[in-house]
């Protein structure tokens, strides 16, 4: 079974901080992606990456970066939190050309 | 811009019938279609993908793909309680990178 982790499940944290979330894969995936969640908003994408230290914007990249410095793992940075930022955030890993993608757990993140 | 409309519901059944999700697509070179389960508070869960027009089934589940009519369902058989959940239909096209492209999802709330 894919595994796929993120390190916290909740976080609160203040405004103007530096935020890292951390996603771990272990099933040797190409692609990893990080969307956020919001009620009414459905799923959206924030930034991807198809291979160790390529990444590509998604539909709102604003307000955040992202690091892949090795192949398992995929950083998504809040250079300084804001509280529009606070929201359900998903990191996922696709499988080979199947398309299938595999969800973390999320990190609920509150910005106050 | 490619999208995927779904009714939001919430869509009511009982406990024993069949419940049918409904999913429109506006991408034609969309290839690869996923359905989703994601329960209040949790990740999304892959629990159908098809890409051939036509049925699939595992078990109580059956997808069905119109590629001409740009239409994706999912059928639920013998609904139960626990299928009560949100219910997210996602496309994948040919654009060169693996991204999915997410409905908003479709509650279904299922009464014993």
């Known amino acids: 079974d894919v595994k796929v982790t993120q390190s916290s499940r909740y976080l609160v944290k203040r405004t103007g901080e530096k935020v890292f979330l951390e996603c771990v894969q272990d099933m040797d995936h190409e692609n990893m992606f990080w969307y956020r969640q919001d009620p009414g908003l459905g799923l959206r994408l924030i930034y991807f990456?198809?291979?160790?230290?390529?990444?590509e914007k998604g539909d709102i990249p604003e307000g955040y970066s992202v690091s892949r410095e090795k192949k398992e793992r995929f950083s998504l940075i809040l250079e300084s939190a804001s509280t529009n930022q606070t929201s359900m955030y998903l990191c996922?890993?696709?499988?080979?050309?199947?398309?299938?993608?595999?969800f973390g757990p999320g990190t609920r993140l509150t910005v106050t | 811009q490619k999208e995927v409309e779904q009714n939001s519901g919430p869509l009511s059944v009982p406990e024993g019938a069949i419940a049918s999700l409904n999913c429109t697509y506006s991408?034609?070179?969309?290839?690869?279609f996923f359905w989703y389960r994601q329960y209040s508070g949790k990740s999304p869960e892959l629990i159908m993908s098809?890409?051939?027009?036509g049925d699939k089934e595992d078990g109580r589940f059956t997808a069905q793909l119109n590629k001409a009519s740009q239409y994706v369902s999912l059928l639920i058989r013998d609904s139960q309680p626990s299928d009560s959940a949100t219910y997210l239909c996602?496309?994948?096209?040919?654009?060169?990178?693996?991204?999915?492209?997410f409905g908003k999802g479709t509650m279904l709330l299922v009464s014993p």
């Open positions: 996602a496309s994948a096209g040919d654009s060169g990178y693996s991204t999915l492209t």
């Open positions: 991408d034609r070179v969309s290839q690869s």
């Open positions: 990456s198809y291979d160790v230290k390529m990444k």
């Open positions: 098809i890409y051939s027009n």
């Open positions: 996922a890993t696709l499988k080979g050309v199947s398309y299938e993608q595999y």
